[in-house]
């Protein structure tokens, strides 16, 4: 069929049948014999306390759920082990009220990972300085578009003129609470998507 347009579908199919194009995570460029992981020791130098539990299980939950390895929860066991260091978490105000209060804050994660082979300690992948960011609001009344959570709740424009969305009329306390909750909820944002991103560049050994 000489002249035949191109068509969405083709391009499709020239793409599943191995034109250069794959999703990220999907390809498999670890050693041959490197089929099964555990996660080892990670050092938490932030002041997050427990933060080094949390990332080790996002780790293990990503790897689990992505089912290319096989997830030794034995760090003695596996082919491979993961181990690695948190350096900071960070928050800097980035938007502020009209009383020239902090009511939206970036936070940032800092770490680095190793995979290394667990019979002999040959370093098969590793990852220096990793950031991942997000941000979050200490206001009801401030929407975070930046953030990987904007338009996954139900707070619509004209709830905003609404006085209980409004930290003016609320007590310091509530407003304290919620911003507490809000980095706590950042924080595990970061961890997950930190644990998604690792993977894909490890499996993909870049």
């Not at 990503?62 to 034995?74: A, K, P, S, T, V």
């Not at 979050?136 to 338009?151: D, E, M």
């Not at 306390?173 to 644990?195: D, G, H, K």
């Amino acid at each position: 069929m000489r002249g035949a347009p191109v068509t969405p579908v083709v391009l499709l199919a020239c793409a599943l049948a191995g034109c250069g194009y794959h999703f990220a995570g999907d390809q498999l460029s670890l050693p041959a014999d490197v089929r099964s992981v555990s996660v080892g020791a990670i050092d938490n130098r932030s002041r997050e306390y427990g933060l080094e539990k949390t990332l080790a299980f996002a780790l293990e939950r990503e790897i689990h759920m992505r089912g290319q390895l096989r997830m030794e929860e034995d760090p003695g066991a596996g082919d491979a082990v993961l181990s690695g260091a948190i350096h900071d978490v960070l928050v800097r105000p980035v938007a502020f009220n009209k009383s020239d209060q902090a009511v939206q804050y970036e936070i940032a994660l800092t770490l680095d990972l190793t995979l290394t082979r667990h019979s002999t300690g040959q370093v098969l992948w590793r990852v220096h300085r990793l950031r991942e960011t997000d941000e979050y609001a200490t206001s009801g009344a401030v929407v975070v578009t930046s953030s990987s959570q904007f338009q996954q709740g139900t707070l619509d424009a004209p709830n905003l003129d609404n006085p209980q969305f409004s930290t003016s009329t609320a007590p310091p306390m509530v407003s304290l609470q919620l911003a507490e909750t809000e980095r706590r909820l950042a924080i595990t944002r970061l961890v997950n998507q930190a644990a998604h991103d690792l993977y894909n560049q490890m499996v993909e050994n870049f």
